[in-house]
């Protein structure tokens, strides 16, 4: 038999099938469906290169990574391929470089196992830290300007980092204001320089630059930062993946200035965002300029997360046409969390989340907010346009149901939030004066809601993660 709350979202269904919405968006000709029909994936020669007949041993202990390595130096210069990995684990001292043409496979039982001994992990390379560009620590597995390039099969990438990069978060304060501060002014990038005797801690795995770039089936753990971080790539897919690293700063998949990007079918456990999205920080992403858009994100289990699906905060080269459906969130804080303040600038817009179920958010459901922390006092406001989010149920929100609050410089601008039900709210609404939102059939506590429900906001707004 259904229940009360069963039976009042099939009727708030039926009413919302019955009426059209007010959201405009720009480009109403951007769908998921033409996006996803427009991502070219890599595609390789059939052809295997076993890193066992290259000397890799697989006993985690012998260092393997100069077999590992020339297999993959090999079958690039050949042609492409891909690089099989058998069963086994593989003992890394150092960090694996994915070249063009390469399929890296994982067997099933196969375990790459860094050392994460950050002596092996220089010289520095050249990333995206926090949305500013610098020289650090190479990502564990690192892909600088290369094409058709993969990482599959159901195997591990174990980042090790517990006892090494991950105890660095409290001693990285200098350096990440160091690096803020490069940023502000204009330094150039080759003089950004933070490898040996600093402490930024480096990705598991970045595609910089890359384009046809495909991760799909393993599982993820341990990783010393944010687990898969593509940087100004293009036609990225990420598919049947398993993150599992709750260490906080493991973001699970952070695309960063990409285009033409899908996330599907994976299921996370994370110790902070799930999703992020992002494109530069403050005056270097507004210079450079490089938007993240076209972006798909569908299908997904987001099992036990700091946060949800996000965009930002480090958006300043703007994000837009992004689309998440059809996913499954268990338990987090903000869930559907889109994030900025007034350093950044950049829009972001044209935005349709739809058919997600949440068991319980322990912050908010739905989180819009303009004034996030770490403002160091410019002026440039963020824009967010143009938001849907509709066809959403929630069993509890332990504090707000939807919190939305831009700022008196950057108010929000057609936020149209549809068809959603919160079983159990312990504060239903906070919605700032002057936000152009829009609630239609929104369900809290079983009643309707309105504007005219939202708690008082005297200006707090707040920060945090």
Known sequence: MSSPFDRLFLSTLFLFALLPSTHAAVDASVTAETIVAAIVEPSFPDRDFDIAAFGAVGDGETNDLPALQEAIDVCSEAGGGRVLVPDGIYYLRGPVVLKSHVNLHLSEGARLRFSAIPED???PVLMRWEGTLAYGHSPFIYAYHATHIALTGKGVVD???AETFGQWRPRQKEDQRNLREMGGRGVP????????GHWLRPSLFMAYGCTNVLIEGPTFVDSPFWVIHPVFSRHVV????????LRLNNDGVDPDSCSYVLIEDSTFRTGDDAVAIKSGRDRDGRFIGVPSENIVVRNCFLERVHNG??????????VRNVFVENCRVGEGRNLLYFKSNLDRGGVIENVIVRNITVDTASVSLVRFMTNYHSWRGDIFPPTF????VEDVTCRRASNLGIWAEGHEESPLQNVVLRNIVIEEAKRPLRVRPGDDVKLEYVIINGRPVTLDDSEQIAGDGGGGN
């Open 121 to 123: 992990f220089l010289p």
């Open 385 to 388: 346009k143009n938001f849907l």
């Open 159 to 161: 980042g090790n980092a």
């Open 189 to 196: 990038v080759h003089n950004r320089v933070f490898g040996g």
């Open 238 to 245: 990420v598919r049947d993946i398993l993150v599992d690293s």
């Open 309 to 318: 699906v996000a965009i930002g905060s480090e958006m300043s080269g703007g």
